[in-house]
T-cell receptor
């Protein structure tokens, strides 16, 4: 079946521009997560959606970052006024509900800020 | 604070056994996951431990000791394709809430002929 789909796969933009990254989770998965991974670093948690509950935004690094999840399915991560330090791979994952359920990752969006 | 430690790099020989250790200090604990990540690819799920002991899955096994805040991933009969980064991740939410995962920085394993 279809896995987690992310688009675009690569994005190059100029400093100061806004970018939108999209994640289409596995159908039926109630939990959706955004992470970012810088070169040689671990995965940094950004935000977590679980069903209709208020999202856990505790990992967002600044107010330039925001995310939405519409209809409990597709999610968009928006970065406003991008900075060079925002360059990273942005990974989305989804999982069924249940603490023993593993997260299934998309291939990520590689974001480069010039 | 939250902290997950793994060795940065390891090297092993094809056909051998390698053990990758992970220690963690988190405010709560509700399961530990191991993921494999090949360069330029997404992480893929390998194993899950929530109770103390060993979980075996083919060539891969994972061990957990909650009292010691310690886990290891054991890879047997190493193959060249096992060259990848191995990520340890802890779900730090107690109780029924699912919560997010806290990831270590990963251990880059190189398998040599």
């Amino acid at each position: 079946g279809a896995g987690v789909s992310q688009s675009p796969s690569n994005k190059v933009t100029e400093k100061g521009k806004d970018v939108e990254l999209r994640c289409d989770p596995i159908s039926g998965h109630t939990a959706l997560y955004w992470y970012r991974q810088s070169l040689g670093q671990g995965l940094e948690f950004l935000i977590y959606f679980q069903g209709n509950s208020a999202p856990d935004k505790s990992g967002l690094p600044s107010d330039r970052f925001s995310a939405e999840r519409t209809g409990g399915s597709v999610s968009t991560l928006t970065i406003q006024r991008t900075q060079q330090e925002d360059s990273a791979v942005y990974l989305c994952a989804s999982s069924p509900s249940g603490s023993n359920q593993p997260q299934h990752f998309g291939d990520g969006t590689r974001l480069s800020i010039l | 604070g939250q902290n997950i430690d793994q060795p940065t790099e390891m090297t092993a020989t094809e056909g051998a056994i390698v053990q990758i250790n992970c220690t963690y200090q988190t405010s709560g604990f509700n399961g530990l996951f191991w993921y494999q990540q090949h360069a330029g690819e997404a992480p893929t799920f390998l194993s899950y431990n929530v109770l103390d002991g060993l979980e075996e899955k083919g060539r891969f096994s994972s061990f957990l000791s909650r009292s010691k805040g310690y886990s290891y991933l054991l890879l047997k009969e190493l193959q060249m394709k096992d060259s990848a980064s191995y990520l340890c991740a802890v779900r730090d939410q107690n109780g029924g809430s699912q919560g997010n995962l806290i990831f270590g920085k990963g251990t880059k394993l190189s398998v040599k002929p």
